[in-house]
């Protein structure tokens, strides 16, 4: 075998090898993240039920998952006490203490953005996802449409049909800047809001694949 074929061969066991990574690596790393996560749920919500309802009791074998559905009903009613009056009046007396705490403030707001973001839909507030030159010509970053057309003072005193973008931050797109562009500096994307806003958490890493309209066009 001469040296370039040897060359090739190993490029080509390199390539399926790191490839196999890629591939694998996620799924594994998901899948033990998510099996740890449900253990450790599961003991941390078992201490809460009090020995004489442990089930184990009253059944010869263990029965998996009962802390994590003890979290799920509990979650439920917490969710269905807030939205009362009464709850609502705790929750804000909660958030006000909070708030006066240096750093707990900092790192509740975030997860509570984040969390809002994905579990409340807020996404669906924007429309599209686009392509916009900033923070200056020449390079590019993913906005989200917010309104199709800007209207009001901004564009009467512009004088241009403008369109109202957020431009997220990486990796955190639950903080960003609204910008009114010009249509014509906007170039409109085929992937989804849902997509778009993957690939801002991801740095990038996550690329949305390509639709065949969009190569089409092309």
């Known amino acids: 075998m001469t040296d370039k074929n040897t060359n090739k061969f190993s490029s080509k066991i390199k390539n399926y090898f790191f490839t ?46 009962l802390g994590l559905v003890l979290l799920l009903v509990a979650l439920f009613f917490i969710g269905m006490l807030t939205t009362g009056y009464v709850g609502k009046f705790f929750v804000r007396l909660w958030e006000k203490i909070i708030r006066k705490m240096p750093v ?29 030159e900033y923070p200056r010509k020449g390079l590019w970053t993913i906005a989200f449409v917010s309104k199709e057309r800007t209207g009001g003072e901004v564009e009467a005193k512009t004088k241009k049909k403008t369109i109202s973008i957020f431009v997220p931050t ?41 639709n065949n309209s969009a190569t089409e066009r092309d």
């Open 170 to 210: 990486t990796p955190n797109p639950t903080s960003g800047f609204l910008i009114f562009v010009p249509e014509k500096d906007v170039i409109k994307l085929d992937m989804s809001v849902e997509e778009g806003i993957k690939y801002v958490i991801s740095c990038g890493i996550v690329t949305p694949e390509l």
């Open 20 to 65: 196999g990574v890629v591939v694998a690596a996620p799924v594994a790393i998901t899948v033990y993240m998510s099996y740890h996560l449900v253990i450790w749920i599961n003991k941390m919500t078992s201490r809460l039920i009090p020995q004489q309802w442990k089930i184990g009791d009253f059944v010869p074998y263990a029965v998996p998952g």
């Open 104 to 132: 707990v403030s900092s790192i509740y707001s975030l997860l509570k953005q984040i969390f809002e973001t994905f579990l409340s839909q807020k996404s669906n507030s924007f429309t599209e996802t686009v392509l916009v």
